[in-house]
């Protein structure tokens, strides 16, 4: 598996913020985000080799008593060895984040499936980006993979805010999210009464909005640097409010700027 970096840092956004932990940061993305804050392995991708056994042996000896990994990238689900690394990192006792942008579906252990689905405001300058705008658009949006991650997963949803006017996409995206696992209950339910396991009731469009915990929505401001970070969670606030989601905040930027390794 091609590895970027992995480092012993704090978990800086989302429901275990503050978490000691080790970041598998692995290189290589699907996606090209015009914020990217990670571009050494989407735009330009860097890294080396190394087997399984190396990454696992890495994380033991860097981890100073963390028992929570965060896989991350790039995009961590890209490579069909995630399967197995994961695999062999819970057999090690470690708690697994896995930090996705939900493009893409695989069965393997996590413990927590963060899943950051990209919005239009992430569609890169085709000038920069080229034939990758296109690819970027046609791959970013695909709430039906992300609603097999919820549920099979326990997880938190994690969106990057630029604007007030995003949330609009963001409720339009979970009405989407909502619709699939709808489906996908509904899929169950007639299997269920296929193999005659039990009596299965029937399911009705109005208990597709139990399905998202809104506490497991989590807006983040976009930005690198605290004084953007500051003056967006100021309007952001409010909305969270609003629609019972959370404030993501970016604590990493806080607590050592914007740099590698943390």
Not at 113 to 117: L, Q
């Given at each position: 598996m091609r590895i970027s970096e992995i480092y012993q840092s704090k978990q800086g956004e989302g429901l275990l913020t503050g978490t000691p932990s080790v970041f598998v940061r692995t290189s290589g993305c699907n996606l090209r985000c015009r914020f990217c804050d990670t571009?050494?392995?989407s735009w330009s991708p860097e890294g080396e080799t190394r087997s399984l056994d190396q990454v696992v042996h890495e994380v033991c000896r860097v981890a100073g008593g963390a028992t929570h990994v965060?896989?991350?990238g790039g995009e961590p689900m890209l490579p069909q060895d995630i399967v197995s690394l994961c695999r062999m990192l819970h057999e090690s006792g470690f708690h697994i984040t896995i930090e996705t942008a939900g493009t893409i579906d695989r069965e393997l252990?996590?413990?927590l499936?963060?899943?950051?689905?990209k919005l239009s405001n992430s569609d890169p300058d085709l000038e920069r980006a080229g034939t990758w705008r296109q690819r970027h658009q046609q791959t970013r949006h695909q709430p039906e993979v992300v609603a097999r991650l919820i549920h099979q997963y326990p997880h938190q949803l994690k969106f990057v805010v630029a604007a007030p006017e995003d949330v609009d996409e963001i409720l339009s995206f979970l009405d989407e999210v909502e619709q699939q696992l709808l489906a996908i209950r509904r899929d169950e339910v007639e299997h269920e009464k296929e193999s005659n396991l039990h009596s299965a009731p029937e399911l009705d469009s109005?208990?597709?909005k139990t399905n998202i915990d809104p506490q497991r929505v989590l807006l983040m401001p976009e930005g690198i640097d605290q004084a953007t970070l500051q003056q967006r969670e100021a309007w952001?606030?409010?909305i969270c409010d609003a629609h019972q989601f959370q404030l993501c905040r970016r604590m990493h930027i806080l607590w050592y700027g914007n740099q590698r390794g943390t």
């Open positions: 571009p050494f392995t965060v896989v991350t252990a996590c413990d499936m963060s899943i950051s689905p109005s208990s597709a952001l606030q409010p």
